[in-house]
């Protein structure tokens, strides 16, 4: 029976105890391509007491040698930091009214899928049942993994730790469009009671930024201003 509409789903063994790696495996992100040979096809997930789902695909129509689309997953979706830990693929004959039919399953491993592309990333698609009961059974078709790579997604505690510097400046509006500071409808108001819009944004970000600047020195600067001593406007002048 050939199967034109198809699909797998992307399983991870449930065990009560993995070895994470030393690896932050938080960052780690794999993207991974498979295609199919003979009757592979979209994918759709199932939960069972062993598995649970890491990954659906696309379902791919009318064809009988589907390639699906490279898809991401976290390291720690996939296996948690067990780079042996089993990950089943379910393939299935996908169906409008949603009795998908079962095609076959093959297992791997993180380890095993990140060799890439080669001989032992050619698996065997096996329907468990007719495997059993027919003696000349061989295979529902293969799955080839196409590409397979690791990225690491870096985080900004990450440049922190790296040693990345920040640095707080401020520049200050001094344009007339603001209004007369000295007046409630000015964005520059100057408040005997509270802190006008403008502070409370530099007071909220440098209270932050201040912990992550070595020297403490946040440099100052205005723009839009007649300064002296001939009155004209500058925009870029230190306070």
Same mark, same amino acid.
């Given at each position: ?7 797998a789903t992307?399983t ?8 994470i =790696?030393?690896?932050?495996?938080? @960052?780690r $992100?794999i993207? =991974?391509?498979? /295609?199919? =040979? ?6 759709i ?7 649970? $789902?890491c990954h659906k ?12 689309q490279?898809?991401? $997953?976290?390291?720690?979706?996939l296996?948690?930091?067990d780079?042996?830990?089993? +990950?089943? +693929?379910?393939? %299935? ?9 079962? *095609?076959?399953?093959?297992t791997t491993s #993180?380890?095993?899928?990140?060799r890439?592309?080669?001989?032992f990333? +050619?698996?065997?698609v096996?329907?468990? /049942?007719?495997k059993?009961? /027919? /003696?000349? #059974? ?21 440049? *922190? ?5 920040l ?5 200050? @509006?001094?344009?007339a469009s603001n ?7 000015s ?5 005997? #009671?509270?802190?006008?819009? %403008?502070?409370?944004?530099l007071?909220? +970000?440098?209270?932050?930024?201040? @912990? %992550?600047?070595?020297?403490k020195?946040?440099?100052? %600067?205005?723009f ?8 004209? $406007? ?6």
């Amino acid at each position: 029976m050939l199967h034109k509409y198809t699909y797998a789903t992307v399983t991870r063994a449930l065990d009560a105890s993995c070895r994470i =790696a030393e690896e932050n495996t938080e @960052d780690r $992100i794999i993207c =991974a391509q498979f /295609k199919q =040979a003979l009757f592979l096809g979209p994918h759709i997930s199932y939960l069972s007491g062993r598995f649970t $789902i890491c990954h659906k695909t696309e379902v791919i129509k009318n064809t009988l040698n589907p390639v699906w689309q490279p898809f991401t $997953i976290p390291v720690r979706a996939l296996c948690n930091g067990d780079y042996d830990r089993t +990950v089943k +693929v379910d393939v %299935y004959d996908w169906d409008r009214d949603g009795s998908h039919d079962f *095609i076959g399953e093959f297992t791997t491993s #993180y380890r095993e899928l990140s060799r890439g592309q080669n001989q032992f990333n +050619v698996y065997e698609v096996l329907h468990p /049942k007719k495997k059993g009961k /027919k /003696k000349k #059974y061989i295979n529902s078709g293969t799955v080839t993994l196409l590409s397979f790579k690791v990225e690491s997604e870096y985080t900004f505690v990450d440049f *922190i730790r790296g040693g990345t510097q920040l640095n707080f400046t401020v520049a200050i @509006d001094f344009t007339a469009s603001n209004g007369n500071p000295s007046q409630p409808t000015s964005l520059h108001y100057m408040s005997p #009671y509270q802190m006008n819009a %403008y502070a409370m944004a530099l007071k909220a +970000v440098g209270e932050i930024i201040q @912990d %992550y600047d070595s020297d403490k020195l946040f440099p100052a %600067y205005g723009f839009g201003a007649k300064m002296p001593p001939d009155g004209k $406007i500058s925009h870029a002048f230190p306070l």
